[in-house]
């Protein structure tokens, strides 16, 4: 074929190609978005207000008064700002048509949990997209964001004592002047977590724990509640994880030991409860039990009445650079 006839017939299915694309955007675009976008888009330059009139009409003390405390305020004072981004109209739509009919706003009391996700996400993008959000845990369980981020400066009530780790010193700031919880969560880490996963902050009174009731650690250095800009350096696979902050763990030995390594099974949490636990050293099993789980030949004969991972018996339990027996480091 000759380079000419060759050349055309790639422009003919480059067009085709394109004709394609063109209509499967067009039905994209008329696929509605979701609502705040759309209350956006179909806003005109009249239908803004500006901050003024909301915070000095009075109508909405509280609220004006107390937003401007909130670390969102000074960015959004910002007049260089688009107008759909700027003050409080940035987060609660054009407020000029809500004058007229007090119901033309947007209120996250009233809204569902996914358009609140594309309320913030308009501007959080850097943070998750709208889809990332919907495919985590806490996105399909159709957790709302103001659910754990609480936008509006407000004392903080006392948290419901459904859940909680051993309070002790873990009471929420009452006054402006104490330390608020870090971005901009209702509650501290642990609190937050413990009010929805009350199984979980049970774990965590058991003798042996991670110390998160001690307040050394907290559940998301091990959980991501959504991706986020300081959970990407941190999420990853469990024994990758577990290594992060154990890592004389992490090998490579010489002689490895099977499940640790984790080539197959779930490596770490083969013998270690990952928040708590009634057996020292977070074990799954006590003494010999947990290792004749798997070695069942060694169950009754093999020096009975030991612990397996004594001085002299197997030691170097995670794995060895000397002795395939695990029995010295
Ligand atoms: C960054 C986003 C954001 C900005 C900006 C903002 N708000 Fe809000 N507003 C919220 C959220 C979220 C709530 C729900 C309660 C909460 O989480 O604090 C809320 C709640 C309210 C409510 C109670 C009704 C409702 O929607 O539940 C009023 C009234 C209100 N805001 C007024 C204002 C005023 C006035 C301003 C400007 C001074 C403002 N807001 C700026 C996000 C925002
Ligand atoms: C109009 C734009 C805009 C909207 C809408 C908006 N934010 Fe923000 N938000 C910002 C800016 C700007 C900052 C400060 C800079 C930064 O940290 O990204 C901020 C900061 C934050 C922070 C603190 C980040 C940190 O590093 O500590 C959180 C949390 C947050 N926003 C959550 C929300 C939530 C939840 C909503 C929806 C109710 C929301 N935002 C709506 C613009 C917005
Ligand atoms: C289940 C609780 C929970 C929900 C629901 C939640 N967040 Fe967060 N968010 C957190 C926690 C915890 C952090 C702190 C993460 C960290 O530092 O590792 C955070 C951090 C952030 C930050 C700080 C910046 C960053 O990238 O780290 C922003 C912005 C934010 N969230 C926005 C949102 C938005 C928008 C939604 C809804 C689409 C949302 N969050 C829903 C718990 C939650
Ligand atoms: C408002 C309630 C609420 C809060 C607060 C909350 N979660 Fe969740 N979380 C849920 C729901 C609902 C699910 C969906 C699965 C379920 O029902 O357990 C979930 C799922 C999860 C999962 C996945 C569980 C699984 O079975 O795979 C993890 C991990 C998790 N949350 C961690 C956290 C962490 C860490 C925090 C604190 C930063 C937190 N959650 C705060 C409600 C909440
Ligand atoms: C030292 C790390 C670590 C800490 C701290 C931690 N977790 Fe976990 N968590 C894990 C691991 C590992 C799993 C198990 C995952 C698996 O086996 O698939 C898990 C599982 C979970 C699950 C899912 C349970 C299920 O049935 O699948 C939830 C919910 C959860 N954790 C919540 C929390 C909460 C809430 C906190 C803080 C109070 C917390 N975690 C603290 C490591 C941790
Ligand atoms: C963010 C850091 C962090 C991560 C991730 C982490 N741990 Fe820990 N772990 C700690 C801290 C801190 C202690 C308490 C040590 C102390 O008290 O000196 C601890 C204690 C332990 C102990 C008990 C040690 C003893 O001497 O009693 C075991 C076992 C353990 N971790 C296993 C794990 C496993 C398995 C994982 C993964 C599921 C894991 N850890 C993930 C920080 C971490
Ligand atoms: C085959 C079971 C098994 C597996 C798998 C396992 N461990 Fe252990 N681990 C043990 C036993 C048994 C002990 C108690 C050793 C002792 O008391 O001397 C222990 C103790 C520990 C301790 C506390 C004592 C110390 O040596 O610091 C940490 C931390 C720990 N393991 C982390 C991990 C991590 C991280 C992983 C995954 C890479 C892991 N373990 C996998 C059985 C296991
Ligand atoms: C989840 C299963 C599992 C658990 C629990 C487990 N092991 Fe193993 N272990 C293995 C596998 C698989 C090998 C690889 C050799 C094999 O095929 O038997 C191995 C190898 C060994 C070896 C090397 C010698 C040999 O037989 O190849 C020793 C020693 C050993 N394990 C001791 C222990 C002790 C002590 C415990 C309890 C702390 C324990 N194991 C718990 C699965 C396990």
């Excluded at 004058?99 to 501007?123: G, H, N, T, V, W």
């Excluded at 009754?300 to 030991?306: E, K, N």
Aim: hydrophobic content about 30%; proline content about 10%.
């Amino acid at each position: 074929m000759n380079t000419r006839r060759r050349w055309l017939r790639l422009s003919a299915s480059a067009l085709a190609l394109l004709a394609a694309v063109t209509v499967v955007a067009e039905r994209e675009q008329q696929k509605e978005p979701p609502y705040p976008q759309s209350l956006f888009a179909k806003a005109s330059p009249d239908d803004y207000m500006g901050d003024k009139d909301c915070t000095e009409a009075g109508c909405h003390y509280p609220h004006a008064d107390n937003f401007s405390r909130s670390p969102h305020a000074p960015f959004m004072r910002d007049p260089k700002l688009p107008i759909d981004k700027r003050g409080c109209e940035g987060c609660h739509g054009p407020a000029n048509p809500h004058l007229e009919d007090p119901q033309k706003i947007f209120s996250y009391s009233d809204s569902k949990p996914a358009d609140i996700a594309a309320m913030c996400l308009r501007c959080h993008a850097d943070t998750m997209r709208l889809s990332q959000w919907h495919r985590t845990q806490h996105g399909k369980a159709d957790v709302a964001c103001t659910a754990c981020h609480q936008i509006h400066w407000e004392p903080h009530k006392e948290p419901p004592a459904r859940g909680l780790i051993n309070l002790g010193s873990l009471r929420a700031p009452q006054t402006e002047k104490e330390p608020q919880p870090r971005r901009l969560l209702k509650f501290d880490d642990p609190i937050l977590c413990s009010q929805c996963h009350q199984r979980e902050a049970n774990e965590f009174r058991l003798n042996f724990h991670h110390p998160v009731p001690e307040r050394r650690l907290e559940c998301s250095d091990c959980h991501e509640a959504h991706p986020s800009k300081a959970a990407q350096k941190r999420f990853r696979p469990i024994k990758e994880m577990c290594v992060s902050c154990h890592p004389d763990k992490a090998g490579p030995f010489a002689f490895e030991h099977d499940p640790v390594a984790g080539w197959s099974g779930q490596g770490c949490t083969e013998c270690h409860r990952p928040h708590g636990s009634p057996n020292p050293k977070l074990l799954t099993a006590s003494s010999r039990g947990l290792c004749s789980q798997c070695h069942t030949d060694k169950a009754a004969t093999h020096y009975p009445g030991r612990t397996c991972w004594m001085a002299g018996c197997h030691a170097a339990i995670h794995g060895s650079n000397s002795d395939a027996l695990l029995r010295r480091p």
